[in-house]
T-cell receptor, first 113, second 112 residues
Framework: DAGVTQSPTHLIKTRGQQVTLRCSPK?????VSWYQQALGQGPQFIFQ???????QRGNFPDRFSGHQFPNYSSELNVNALLLGDSALYLC????????????FGPGTRLTVT | GDSVTQMEGPVTLSEEAFLTINCTYT??????LFWYVQYPGEGLQLLLK?????DKGSNKGFEATYRKETTSFHLEKGSVQVSDSAVYFC???????????FGGGTRLMVKP
């Protein structure tokens, strides 16, 4: 049973560019949440997708957007990259919006130069 | 807003020592509380949880009790092993949805 998978593992972008990160949830899970983890800090909630709609959103600008597909996989898009967007981006999946048990992927390390 | 404060690390212990990692929270309602662990190069794993006051979460020898009166959820283990070396995150969830608010993390290093 595959857990949460994320791609790519690492990537390097230039300031002002756009990036798309991808997440496949654990088998059977229908809810995907995205978190940003800056170096040496705890993860911060970006948004949650359920039934292909954004259901909750943290304190992140509109440059951060997402999408959920019918197979429950998800994408995180970040436009107009800033140096401060450099972080580990974590995807978490769960069965339902209210589930206590969330499974995290290994993350995508984004470096903005 | 809601927040979680953890003791700063790193915490360095010898094998078989007693572990305590302090965690306190601020929340507008009645949160559920969690401890997550992050091993090097891996994603976060749920270690234990407590969903109401006085609940005790436990797993793999780790324990934490939800103390509403002190707004705390301290993590303890009686005898740590080298394999427990990791970063530990305290987190809360409140209201609709399962959005997590994390503390800054505490790195634990256990020496043989």
């Amino acid at each position: 049973d595959a857990g949460v998978t994320q791609s790519p593992t690492h990537l390097i972008k230039t300031r002002g560019q756009q990036v798309t990160l991808r997440c496949s949830p654990k088998s059977g899970h229908d809810t995907v949440s995205w978190y940003q983890q800056a170096l040496g800090q705890g993860p911060q909630f970006i948004f949650q997708y359920y039934e292909e709609e954004e259901r909750q959103r943290g304190n992140f600008p509109d440059r951060f957007s997402g999408h959920q597909f019918p197979n429950y996989s998800s994408e995180l898009n970040v436009n107009a990259l800033l140096l401060g967007d450099s972080a580990l981006y974590l995807c978490a999946s769960s069965l339902g919006q209210l589930a206590y048990e969330q499974y995290f992927g290994p993350g995508t390390r984004l470096t903005v130069t | 807003g809601d927040s979680v404060t953890q003791m700063e690390g790193p915490v360095t212990l010898s094998e078989e020592a007693f572990l305590t990692i302090n965690c306190t929270y601020t929340a507008t309602g009645y949160p559920s509380l969690f401890w997550y662990v992050q091993y090097p190069g891996e994603g976060l794993q749920l270690l234990l949880k407590a969903t109401k006051a006085d609940d005790k979460g436990s797993n793999k020898g780790f324990e934490a009790t939800y103390r509403k009166e002190t707004t705390s959820f301290h993590l303890e283990k009686g005898s740590v092993q080298v394999s427990d070396s990791a970063v530990y995150f305290c987190a809360l969830s409140i209201g609709a949805g399962n959005m997590l608010t994390f503390g800054g993390g505490t790195r634990l290093m256990v020496k043989p």
